[in-house]
């Protein structure tokens, strides 16, 4: 033995000795909550724009389905293996084939009556007698000479009359058919508008509140305003907005209080525990950003309270929506 590992090995040994029994050169013992990396916050150097193009990987062909067939088309360009181009540029190459498919059916149909104008000008006998159309020419024929020989009976006065009478009813009837258009549009028009007013109004009440513009919360709204003005109510959405949320608090709370951990775990997703764990972590590195979030909460809060008590005074003038919907 060396010199060197003689005084290594005995200064180890001194080391050693002073350390009470039972004990660790470990520091913690019981250990935190959360590991030193996530309370410090450092997390592996993350990849360069450059490098994650390059992973990505590129398409030169796509398969697509059309009219219950599939196809695969060459791309004239590459892109990127990603869910959001793959999915644009399917449905480009699904419009292009229902374009070509139209516009060939449409040639198609072009020629066809092209062709039948062209033989009942020539040969009418033969093109009525087409059993696609359905014409009876023996009937049409006698249908004619019924009619010539009536007219032949009657005066210039009274032809010119019926003429002028059938001429009359014809602009009726188109008339008629304008009106109906010009009120068809109109409505449509209407329609628009109220959808648009009423979704702008929706937006800017939850826009105000602690609930999210979701397709569940702006349902029961649309529900509850529908129901109000079939029963000849003045409905906003603002009114209908606190028996919402008081409706979706009530039922989530009886919802969870009667699943399983597991179960609810699985409903809420990972994406929300990820929220949850990350608040968590906030609070635990010493509350930085948790007390902005706490005053931008509580602010929230107070917003609604103060909308919420100035929608009940307005709804205490005319009918409680409550007493109403009986929520």
Do not use: C
């Amino acid at each position: 033995m060396s010199i060197e590992e003689a005084i290594s090995a005995d200064t180890f040994s001194e080391v050693s000795s002073d350390v009470p029994a039972g004990d660790t050169l470990s520091s913690d013992s019981d250990g935190p909550e959360f590991s030193d990396d996530e309370l410090s916050g450092s997390d592996d150097e993350p990849q360069t724009k450059e490098e994650i193009k390059a992973e990505i990987k590129k398409l030169r062909k796509l398969t697509i389905k059309y009219n219950g067939k599939d196809y695969e088309e060459e791309l004239p360009f590459e892109i990127e293996d990603t869910p959001e181009a793959v999915d644009y540029m399917k449905k480009q190459l699904q419009l292009a084939r229902l374009s070509q498919s139209k516009s060939q059916n449409y040639s198609q149909l072009e020629g066809e009556v092209r062709s039948f104008i062209e033989e009942l000008r020539t040969n009418p006998r033969k093109a009525l007698a087409n059993p696609n159309i359905g014409i009876d020419l023996k009937q049409l024929a006698a249908d004619v000479l019924q009619e010539e020989m009536e007219n032949s009976a009657k005066s210039p006065e009274q032809l010119e009359k019926e003429r002028l009478e059938l001429r009359l009813r014809e602009l009726e009837g188109e008339r008629a058919q304008e009106k109906e258009e010009v009120r068809k549009r109109e409505y449509e028009r209407t329609l628009n508008q109220e959808y648009e007013r009423y979704d702008i109004a929706m937006s800017q009440a939850l826009e105000g509140s602690d609930l999210p513009k979701s397709p569940y919360i702006v349902k029961k709204m649309a529900d509850y305003m529908m129901l109000g003005i079939k029963n000849g109510l003045k409905v906003e959405p603002k009114d209908v907005l606190p028996i919402v949320r008081e409706e979706m608090h009530s039922d989530l709370k009886e919802m969870f209080a009667v699943m399983p951990a597991e179960v609810i775990e699985k409903m809420m997703g990972n994406e929300t525990y990820d929220k949850v764990r990350k608040y968590r972590l906030t609070k635990a590195r010493g509350g930085k950003g948790s007390s902005k979030s706490s005053a931008a909460t509580n602010k929230s809060v107070k917003d609604v309270g103060s909308s919420s008590k100035s929608t009940s005074k307005q709804i205490e003038n005319s009918q409680s929506f409550k007493d109403f919907f009986g929520v």
